[in-house]
Structures are given as C-alpha cells and as structure tokens.
C-alpha cells in the first residue's frame, strides 16, 4: 500500500477561518454575504473551504457544494448550482414542494423535478433567465429560514456565464437572507481577459461581498504538514528540499515528497516533474486509463470501460492502483476524476495532438451511442458531446451535436450558453456538407435561435433577426416571417426604438391574413396595444386591445386575453370608464392568478396600483402593492418592480423612510434596462426632496441616458419635470429650460397622446421655469426677456390645462393639481404673485394626501404673501409649510422657508436646532456667472447685500463688515436704486434668486 500522501491534520489558516466565521455569524444574524477565497493553485482553497464547511455543519448550518469544471470553450450552464441543488432533490426537501407551479420551472435545472413547463417567449416578460434567478432566491431564501445556508462553489474560475451571472445578481439582491456563498478561485488562472476579472470587479465593490486571500505555507506550516503526513518530523535536510522546490505551496510538498518517495529517491525538478514521475511510476494500462480520464475530466466507469476498450479487469486492477496512489479518486456522484486539477493537465499535456482528437473523438461517440432513446438529454452531456466532436475537430459533428446542446441550453433558460453554441453552429454552416440535414434545422432558423438567446445584446438579436428575414421568403411563408417581425419588433423595444418596434408588428399584422384568426396575430396585436398603452396612446391601445381580444376568444387563447385585458384596463379612465377599466384589471389579474401566470400577474398589480393612484386612490394603490409583493413572493418571484411602485407611491404620500427601505442603494447596482430607470427615478425623487441635489443629478442623467429612444411618458414626464426642478433650485433658467425642450422633443408626438396627466406635468413645470426666468429678467432690468418669459409662463400653463382636460385625464387629480400650479406659476411670472391661486393649489394637493406637494406650494404661498404686504398670512402658510418640511426632512425646503423668514423678519415657528443639515452639494451656483456685477455693485455693496437678504439690520450690518451703522445705511440705499426696488425686502428677495450670498472672504458674518 503506497504511503499516504496527504495530510489528515488541518494546518496554520486561522485568519482566513476567521474571516470566514465572521462572514458565517453574519449571514447567521440576518445579513447575506459572498466571500471569495482567492489563491494559486494548490495553496490550499478546497482544502481551507472543506475545513470551514464541516464546521459550518457542526455549528447548525446547511452546507450545499457545488464544484466547476473545466470544459475548455463550451460550458456547463449551472454546473455548481445543479451539483450544489442536487442532494437535496435526491433527500425530497420539502421546499421544492413548496414551490408549487414554480416547480416546473426548476425542472429545467434538476430534471428529477419532475417534466419542465413549455418554453413560452412572452413579450415583456422580461428575461427567462432573470425569473430563473428570483426562483432561486427564493429557494435559498426559504432554505436559509429553516437554518443558515453556505453554498460554496469551488473553481469558480471555469464557472460558466449562467452561474456567473447568477451569483452577480445574488450580490445585488440578497440582503436579509441568512445566506453566506463561499466561492474560490485560482488567481494565477485569471488571464487580462478571463471573464471572471470583470466579474469580480463588479461584485467586489458590493458592500456584501469580500475577499480571503490564501497564502502559500511559512516553513513552519510546510514541517507541521511534512511531519502529518510521514507520521514523524522530517529531518531538516528533507524539510529544506522540499521548501526550496515548493516555495510553501502544500499541493507541490505533497507530489514532491510523494515523487520522491515512490521514484529512485531523486527530488523532481519542477511540480510537474513531480506530477509526471508519479505518474509514470504507476504501470501501463494505468497510464492509458490516466489518459482517457484527463481528456473526459469526470467519467462514468462504464463510459470508460466503453471508450477506452481496455480490458475490464485490467480496467479495474489500474483504477485501483491510480486511486491508491492517489492520483483518482471517486467523485460524491461516483464518477472518476483526478486527485487533483494540475495533475490531469500534467497528463492531459503531455499528449500528442493526434492523441487529443482520438480520445475526444471516441469519447463524443460513446456518450452519444449511450443517449439515443433517451428523449430528455440532459444539458450536462449535450453540452459534453458537444463539447468532445469540437474538440476533436469533427466538423459535421461538432455542427450537430452544437444545436442540440443550444437546444438544451434554451430548455433551462441558460440563454448565453445556447447563443454560444448556436453562434458556434452559424461558424460551422458552411464549412459543412448538407448543413442542413446535420443541424436538423434551415439557415433561418438557426438564425432566428442564435437570435433569441442573446436578448442582453439587443442589437445582435436585431441584426440575427434582420439577416434572418432578409433571408426568409415573406409571401412564400408569411407566417415564419411574421414570427420573426414579431421579435424584430420586441427587441427594437426594449432597445428603446419604439417607433420601429411598431413598423416591425405593423409589417407582421400585414403578413397575417385575418382569417381564419390566429393566436400569432392575436399576440401581435396584444403586443402592439401594450406598446401603444406605454405611449399613452390610450384611445388606439384600447381599440387594438380589443382587436387582440376579439382573436383571442376566436382561437381560444386565455393567454393572449389576460395579456390584452391588462392593457385595455390601463386604457379606460374618465367618468364610468375609470371604474370599468379597474374591474377589467381585476379580471385579469383574477384571470393570471388561475392560469399561474405570474408575469401577466405581476402586470395586473402593477397596471392597477398605478390606476388607482393615478386617480387619487393612493393609500389603496399602496395597500394593492404590499399585497401584491407577498403574493408574487410566495409565487417564487423576488418583486424588484413591484417594490420601486411602492416606493413611488409611499413617496408621495410622505411615507419617505418606507420609501427609501424598499429601494436600498444596492438594489440599483447591475439592475437592467427600465427596471434600472424606475429605481433610478424613485431615489432621485427621495434626493429631491431632502436636498441631494448631486445624487439627484446623477440618477437623473442616468435615467434620462437609458430612455434616450423611447417615447414612454412615464419616463419623461418625472425626469424632465424633476430636472427642471432641479436646475431652477440651482437658478440654472437656461439648463431648465434645456431640460423641458429635450423632455418635450423625446415625447415626439405630444398632440396624439392621451396621457395628459403627466404632459401637464411637464407643462405646468416649464411654467414654473419661465415664470423664474420672468422674475430674473426683471431683477436684472432685461425688459424684452422679460415679456418673453411672462408670455412663454401663460402659454405653458394653457397648454397643462389643455392636456389635464384631454379625457383621459380628466379623472386624474393630480392633473387638475398641476394646472392650478400652472396657473400660479403663471401669475407670479408678471411679479404679482396671487396666493389665492397658490392657496387653491396647496388645497388640491392636500385633498390626495401629498404632503411634499402641499409644503412646497404653501411656501410659495407665503412668498406671495409678503410680496403684498399680508405678513399674517405669510407667517400662517411659513408655518404650515415648515411643520410639513420639517415633518418630512425635506431639508432643501427647511433651508428655503428659514430663509425666506430671515429676509423678511417672519415668525415662523423655527427651532434651528430640529432641522436636518442640508446636503449643500451643488445648491450655490448661480446661473449667472456674476450677478452682482451684472447689476453694477461694488463688491462691498454685494456683501451688504448678502447681509440685507439675511434679514440684519443696518447696524447688524454695520458690525459684520466693521462699518458704522451710517455708511451700511447709504450702502442699502444705493443697492436699493441700482436693483430697482423699494424695499429691503425686495432686495432680499432679489439677492437670493440670484444666489448672491456672503462671499466667504473679507465679510466676516457676526452671529445675528
Ligand atoms: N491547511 C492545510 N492543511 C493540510 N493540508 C492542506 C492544507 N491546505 C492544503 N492542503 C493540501 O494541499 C493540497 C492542495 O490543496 P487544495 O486542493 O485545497 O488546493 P486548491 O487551492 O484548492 O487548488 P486548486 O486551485 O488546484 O483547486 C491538498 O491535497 C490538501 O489536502
Ligand atoms: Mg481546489
């Protein structure tokens, strides 16, 4: 019996199983993590993980492993995720019964699950892969609330795409599970362009993930790991040979000391020296078993028997004697692989290249004999046969089994991997005789599902598609080609190319005849209303949802008629529409809850909720929403959507602290296409409101960038409304007027819109903007741009009316709010400001309980007040707006109402000490580049100024910049003439439109 080779004793590693622990207490307290154990090959990271693991089990814990392979350029969708699942399927853990329909869905990765569901690709479903991912979420999630969950997954470095990506949307979404993923990984196999590299930079600036860097053994370390495995301590001689040809690493000790106890007594050279000695110590058919294993990796011992046609006896003796001298070993599934990776490419190496294609080549043949008859491939060997005629350079074959293994990938939605092995196929087409026969599909087709797996690279997925149909004879076969429109059609959407979207289901309604109906042309039409909805084309929406519906009940399609139920309901609102249009989104919800189809489900929560808020029903949107959630959660869907509406909704209703739960910072990282564009918009909302203007800026940039091609004035309405708002915050007048050009250009047609909710939105915000740019004119004596302004004010607030009466938007209060904001926009404009308006507006806003809203027309209120003499009344709406603001903490708003009582020696109710510091960011930068100057004042009458905007008296001033109370008081006057105005109080008001403020040097400002 050869001697032992490696060490039954744990050595050293104490701060990295620190480390881990800590990672494990925390993901015991409710806070998931990712750590990454980073480290050469054979320092120890299996070894270190393993270690850890048993203890995690001792102390309570739920240990899943999943190990990666290394498959060269194809790759094994969910490898470790699978292999890590698979014990508890085999177990029959309750959880998966829990799952309920969701269980088929699972049934793609673990076939034992029971027969996967249909492959259906919906349009605005969103991404298979992406509800493969919230399922298992929610698998882990359900785990870990039995008792803390560690999945490891070992080399991570050959993970495949699905897995990676997996584990990246992990990162994002875990928070509260008690759920800690351990992965390790080679650093020395990360090349510049490894995939993992990206990866981990992405991942690594997560506050959840971190890093265990392991580190090759101190001599110490190498003598206690020598001494555990000869059973006493090595001599120092042996124990210097061994440090100076391993350097510490324990993998190359242990093939050193092995090498040089089973060879001629010689210490090897390098490590795979070592490596190959041992092997070639062991007889002849061992060696060749050896070979066959290095190219297969993991083998079955009948597939090897099979293969390698050696004796099955000899077979066995040489297995045995590999196993023992511990070069193989038995894998948990029974399957044989090397002790260790570097010893099979020690083996695999040494190779000849004619030796490489034979042993692929048979290998391909065998396993594929093995499949025929069985009907369910399992993507694991496709993917292997696949895998195995390409790396044998088997054209034909490598172009047949790549389909297939597409084929199967598409099954359990690993949609990269299938484009990868159709993208390999397309390569292949026409190296090949007889394409076609081989791959079991034409030319377009092949194309038409290349083009359906790259749905993160739309225009890839558009140029398939495009080269598919200009391939396709449309009046030979209008049906395939109407199919592939369809698509065409739904990634120029998601792309943002709606108006192309529409041509390319146009064309496709074209090619299908109306009769007989057809569920395709039902589902076109379906879609197209979808389209039409988003736009706030109500009016067309309905009718082509009502088309689509008409097919639907023809052909019998419960699918397409939820889908298009969902849309019509959206599509109705206006005296008894409204009503009508609620009961028939209850219909399809009730309808999707029947048929388990939880993304039309998802919709009906959502198209409701926002209905109901829409029109002034707002707490009751809210109470949909947390119902929705656990609904859909319990469904096995994480409802990242559903939370960013509730976030939305708790916002306005000043519900801000659930706001900003429900949409944490994390949640944004790595969150895709208009999913990213709502969270982005809700944060930037809550920013707004408590003075982060700079966070808000960038989210809004950000936001606007996405929806650059899109025509959704649910997109454009908030963004161009709350950047304008936020550049006149900051008296940027041309910024905002910027702001409202570009919203109003990307809305393209405004005229045929029927959402004039949120066009008077936008409207009723430009009017705000020209009636700043009215007043900055006539404080800097610009009289023409003045007229302009006030001109351009009036128009705006017209237009915000006109659109609040367009009938769809006539039941939507907010609408009828935001055209009295208009309105007072419009008359503060001419300088004469009217509370009553103001007042009318604070009213209306308060009657749907946004508290935001009413604070910020209250303020203005109260600036209108003063301007006409009613200190009063000021004082009364200061303090209105004030308690609100500060109920809030809407701390910009805190900072204006403090403000405007400084300046004009208002009482209102100001306990400094109870406001929150405001985020100054961005909040002094005046739009003129020098408006003091531009209105002649001296420097030192600038800083009178300042002080006279502060509400300081003469002699106040007097003392602050060490003047006699005299000289401040012929500075005020002169300031007074040179702006034009009568009293301090307008002075005041001018100085801070104007953002002038105490210039920080030379005017030391006294404590009032
Ligand atoms: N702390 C340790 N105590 C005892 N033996 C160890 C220790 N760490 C590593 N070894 C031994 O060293 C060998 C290599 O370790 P291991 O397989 O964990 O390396 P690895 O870093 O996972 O390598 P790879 O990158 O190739 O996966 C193993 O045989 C293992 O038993
Ligand atoms: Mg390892």
């Known amino acids: 019996m050869p001697a032992r080779v490696t060490s039954d004793a744990f050595i050293g590693r104490r701060v990295e199983l620190a480390q881990l622990d800590a990672a494990l207490t925390n993901a015991r307290a409710g806070s998931a993590g990712l750590v990454f154990v980073a480290g050469e090959s054979g320092v120890g990271k299996s070894r270190l993980t393993d270690h850890f693991a048993q203890r995690a089990k001792t102390a309570g814990a739920r240990v899943l492993w999943g190990d990666c392979i290394d498959l060269g350029d194809s790759e094994l969708p969910y490898a470790p995720i699978v292999s890590a699942l698979r014990s508890l399927v085999r177990n029959g853990h309750p959880v998966f019964e829990a799952l309920g329909s969701q269980r088929a869905e699972l049934a793609r990765l673990l076939p034992e699950l029971g027969t996967p569901g249909d492959l259906v690709v919906e349009p605005y479903a969103g991404s298979a892969q992406g509800r493969l991912f919230?399922?298992?979420?929610?698998?882990?999630?359900?785990?870990?609330?039995?008792?803390?969950?560690?999945?490891?997954?070992?080399?991570?470095?050959?993970?495949?795409?699905?897995?990676?990506?997996?584990?990246?949307?992990?990162?994002?979404?875990?928070?509260?599970?008690?759920?800690?993923?351990?992965?390790?990984?080679?650093?020395?196999?990360?090349?510049?362009?490894?995939?993992?590299?990206?990866?981990?930079?992405?991942?690594?600036?997560?506050?959840?993930?971190?890093?265990?860097?392991?580190?090759?053994?101190?001599?110490?370390?190498?003598?206690?790991?020598?001494?555990?495995?000869?059973?006493?301590?090595?001599?120092?001689?042996?124990?210097?040979?061994?440090?100076?040809?391993?350097?510490?690493?324990?993998?190359?000790?242990?093939?050193?000391?092995?090498?040089?106890?089973?060879?001629?007594?010689?210490?090897?050279?390098?490590?795979?020296?070592?490596?190959?000695?041992?092997?070639?110590?062991?007889?002849?058919?061992?060696?060749?078993?050896?070979?066959?294993?290095?190219?297969?990796?993991?083998?079955?011992?009948?597939?090897?028997?099979?293969?390698?046609?050696?004796?099955?006896?000899?077979?066995?003796?040489?297995?045995?004697?590999?196993?023992?001298?511990?070069?193989?070993?038995?894998?948990?599934?029974?399957?044989?692989?090397?002790?260790?990776?570097?010893?099979?490419?020690?083996?695999?190496?040494?190779?000849?290249?004619?030796?490489?294609?034979?042993?692929?080549?048979?290998?391909?043949?065998?396993?594929?004999?093995?499949?025929?008859?069985?009907?369910?491939?399992?993507?694991?060997?496709?993917?292997?046969?696949?895998?195995?005629?390409?790396?044998?350079?088997?054209?034909?074959?490598?172009?047949?089994?790549?389909?297939?293994?597409?084929?199967?990938?598409?099954?359990?939605?690993?949609?990269?991997?299938?484009?990868?092995?159709?993208?390999?196929?397309?390569?292949?087409?026409?190296?090949?005789?007889?394409?076609?026969?081989?791959?079991?599909?034409?030319?377009?087709?092949?194309?038409?599902?290349?083009?359906?797996?790259?749905?993160?690279?739309?225009?890839?997925?558009?140029?398939?598609?495009?080269?598919?149909?200009?391939?396709?004879?449309?009046?030979?076969?209008?049906?395939?080609?109407?199919?592939?429109?369809?698509?065409?059609?739904?990634?120029?959407?998601?792309?943002?190319?709606?108006?192309?979207?529409?041509?390319?289901?146009?064309?496709?309604?074209?090619?299908?005849?109306?009769?007989?109906?057809?569920?395709?042309?039902?589902?076109?039409?379906?879609?197209?209303?979808?389209?039409?909805?988003?736009?706030?084309?109500?009016?067309?929406?309905?009718?082509?949802?009502?088309e689509a519906l008409a097919v639907a009940d023809a052909v019998g399609s419960r699918r397409v008629r939820i889908h298009a139920l969902n849309t019509k309901g959206v599509c109705l609102r206006g005296g008894e529409d409204t009503e009508r249009g609620f009961a028939i989104l209850r219909e399809a919800m009730a309808m999707a809850r029947a048929d388990h189809d939880v993304d039309q489900l998802l919709r009906a929560y959502l198209n409701l909720s926002d209905a109901l808020h829409l029109t002034g029903r707002t707490h009751e949107a809210r109470e949909l929403l947390i119902e929705g959630r656990r609904e859909v959660r319990e469904l096995g869907r994480h409802a990242k959507w559903l939370a960013i509406q509730q976030a939305e909704i708790a916002y306005d209703l000043g519900f801000w602290d659930e706001a900003n739960e429900l949409v944490p910072a994390e949640l944004g990282r790595g969150t895709q296409g208009t999913t990213r564009v709502f969270y982005e918009l809700t944060r930037a909302s809550l920013a707004m409101g408590r003075g982060g203007h700079a966070d808000a800026r960038a989210r809004l940039e950000v936001a606007r960038d996405l929806v650059a091609r899109s025509y959704e004035p649910q997109w454009h309405a908030p963004i161009t409304a709350m950047l304008a708002g936020l550049e006149r915050r900051e008296r940027n007048i041309d910024a905002a007027r910027a702001a409202i050009r570009t919203g109003l250009e990307r809305l393209a047609d405004t005229e045929a819109m029927d959402d004039g909710a949120r066009l008077a939105r936008i409207f009723s915000a430009a009017a705000g903007v020209e009636a700043d740019a009215a007043q900055q004119a006539r404080d800097l004596g610009r009289a023409g741009d003045e007229a302009a302004a006030i001109a351009a004010a009036h128009a705006y607030a017209e237009k915000a009316r006109e659109a609040a009466s367009r009938p769809f938007a006539d039941a939507t209060p907010e609408a009828a709010a935001m055209v009295l904001v208009a309105d007072a926009e419009a008359a503060a404009a001419t300088g004469t400001p009217d509370p009553q308006l103001w007042a009318r507006a604070a009213d209306a806003w308060a009657a749907i309980d946004r508290p935001f809203r009413v604070a910020r027309v209250r303020w203005r209120e109260a600036e209108a007040r003063l301007t006409r003499g009613d200190r009063a009344g000021a004082e009364r709406a200061g303090t209105d707006a004030l308690a609100l603001a500060q109920r809030l903490g809407a701390a910009w708003l805190v900072d204006e109402l403090t403000a405007l009582a400084r300046r004009g020696r208002l009482r209102i109710q100001t306990p400094p000490a109870a406001v929150p510091a405001p985020d100054l960011d961005a909040a002094d930068v005046p739009a003129v580049a020098d408006p003091a100057a531009e209105l002649g004042l001296t420097r030192r009458e600038r800083d009178v100024l300042a002080l006279v905007a502060q509400g300081r008296t003469n002699r106040q001033i007097g003392e602050a910049l060490f003047m006699a109370e005299k000289t401040a008081s012929v500075h005020v006057s002169r300031i007074l003439a040179k702006l034009d105005v009568r009293s301090r109080t307008e002075a005041a008001a001018v100085a801070h439109r104007l953002g002038i403020e105490p210039s920080g040097d030379g005017a030391p400002v006294a404590a009032a």
């Open 134 to 546: 919230e399922l298992l979420l929610v698998l882990f999630e359900r785990l870990s609330e039995e008792s803390p969950v560690l999945l490891v997954i070992d080399d991570l470095h050959w993970a495949d795409r699905s897995t990676r990506d997996f584990l990246a949307f992990l990162a994002r979404n875990v928070c509260h599970q008690r759920l800690l993923v351990v992965s390790t990984f080679r650093v020395d196999e990360l090349h510049r362009r490894h995939p993992l590299r990206p990866f981990l930079a992405e991942i690594e600036r997560t506050e959840r993930a971190s890093r265990v860097p392991v580190e090759r053994f101190t001599p110490a370390e190498l003598s206690a790991q020598l001494t555990a495995i000869l059973g006493t301590a090595p001599d120092d001689d042996l124990l210097d040979r061994v440090w100076s040809r391993s350097e510490g690493n324990p993998l190359f000790a242990e093939e050193i000391l092995a090498a040089e106890r089973e060879g001629d007594g010689t210490l090897p050279e390098s490590l795979r020296d070592a490596l190959m000695l041992r092997v070639e110590a062991l007889g002849e058919v061992t060696q060749e078993a050896l070979r066959w294993v290095s190219a297969a990796q993991r083998i079955d011992h009948d597939v090897l028997e099979e293969a390698s046609a050696l004796d099955p006896r000899a077979l066995r003796d040489a297995l045995r004697e590999a196993v023992a001298h511990h070069v193989l070993s038995t894998q948990f599934d029974g399957r044989i692989a090397f002790r260790h990776a570097l010893l099979r490419e020690a083996v695999y190496d040494d190779l000849l290249p004619g030796e490489h294609a034979e042993l692929h080549l048979r290998l391909a043949r065998v396993l594929e004999a093995r499949l025929d008859g069985s009907p369910c491939t399992g993507l694991d060997q496709a993917a292997e046969i696949a895998h195995h005629f390409d790396a044998a350079g088997d054209q034909p074959a490598a172009l047949r089994t790549a389909v297939r293994a597409g084929a199967t990938a598409e099954r359990v939605h690993a949609e990269r991997e299938a484009a990868v092995f159709y993208e390999r196929a397309l390569v292949l087409w026409d190296r090949v005789e007889d394409p076609e026969a081989l791959a079991g599909c034409d030319h377009v087709d092949l194309l038409a599902r290349a083009a359906r797996a790259p749905q993160f690279d739309y225009s890839r997925c558009i140029h398939l598609l495009k080269s598919a149909l200009a391939e396709l004879d449309h009046e030979a076969e209008p049906g395939r080609a109407a199919l592939l429109l369809e698509r065409l059609g739904k990634a120029r959407w998601s792309s943002g190319k709606g108006q192309l979207a529409l041509e390319a289901w146009d064309a496709a309604l074209g090619l299908l005849p109306a009769e007989p109906p057809s569920e395709e042309r039902a589902q076109l039409l379906a879609a197209k209303a979808a389209g039409l909805m988003l736009w706030g084309r109500y009016a067309d929406g309905r009718a082509m949802a009502d």
